[in-house]
T-cell receptor, first 115, second 115 residues
Framework: KQEVTQIPAALSVPEGENLVLNCSFT??????LQWFRQDPGKGLTSLLL?????REQTSGRLNASLDKSSGRSTLYIAASQPGDSATYLC??????????????FGKGTKLSVKP | EPEVTQTPSHQVTQMGQEVILRCVPI?????FYWYRQILGQKVEFLVS????????KSEIFDDQFSVERPDGSNFTLKIRSTKLEDSAMYFC?????????????FGDGTRLSIL
């Protein structure tokens, strides 16, 4: 059974710092991996999606990497800003009958960026 | 940008009552999902829906739950006889196709409170 773990559970950094959020998963047979942002009381905003055949994806100050064989992904945030404060969720997509199956989520890393 | 919309944003119901949570997925998407997040816990998959039938469901999605796409735009989750432990945030998501390069897009959720 696929398990997704995110470390650390919470992180507080001063504005301007570069930071790395970690995600690990137990079964390497994944379809893709998505990183989401969740603001308090709100839904999930998709940040980056990495297909199982890819090694990394970049969007602005965000860079996500995937090492499927070791079951790890990292989300790198450059030059952090107070507006980056949110909970970041990692989710892996599994195979099901050849189609995009359900997402299995980690518990998230709660990031606080202090001005 | 197109988005997934969910109504109501908050639903309060007496235990044992039926509730229907409503979602309008992104218009050209073909795959629809329900997830839930109990306070302080991980986002959990409930069910996926494609071509007017359930394609996958989790062990949480028992006989008390049902999904329906009654027309070309709405996607509903019904809980027949609510229990206290059904209290959670319920998220609807939609996806464009079954390939791994398209992210799932989430709504802002319905907070369900069972009294």
């Amino acid at each position: 059974k696929q398990e997704v773990t995110q470390i650390p559970a919470a992180l507080s950094v001063p504005e301007g710092e570069n930071l790395v959020l970690n995600c690990s998963f137990t079964d390497s047979a994944i379809y893709n991996l998505q990183w989401f942002r969740q603001d308090p009381g709100k839904g999930l905003t998709s940040l980056l999606l990495i297909q199982s055949s890819q090694r990394e994806q970049t969007s602005g100050r965000l860079n996500a990497s995937l090492d499927k064989s070791s079951g790890r992904s990292t989300l790198y945030i450059a030059a952090s800003q107070p507006g980056d404060s949110a909970t970041y969720l990692c989710a892996v997509g599994g195979y099901y009958g050849g189609s995009q199956g359900n997402l299995i989520f980690g518990k998230g890393t709660k990031l606080s960026v202090k001005p | 940008e197109p988005e997934v919309t969910q109504t109501p944003s908050h639903q309060v119901t007496q235990m044992g009552q039926e509730v229907i949570l409503r979602c309008v997925p992104i218009s050209n998407h073909l795959y629809f999902y329900w997830y839930r997040q109990i306070l302080g816990q991980k986002v959990e998959f409930l069910v996926s829906f494609y071509n007017n039938e359930i394609s996958e469901k989790s062990e949480i999605f028992d006989d008390q739950f049902s999904v329906e796409r009654p027309d070309g735009s709405n996607f509903t989750l019904k809980i027949r006889s609510t229990k206290l432990e059904d209290s959670a945030m319920y998220f609807c998501a939609s996806g464009l196709d079954s390939y791994s390069n398209q992210p799932q897009h989430f709504g802002d959720g319905t907070r369900l409170s069972i009294l």
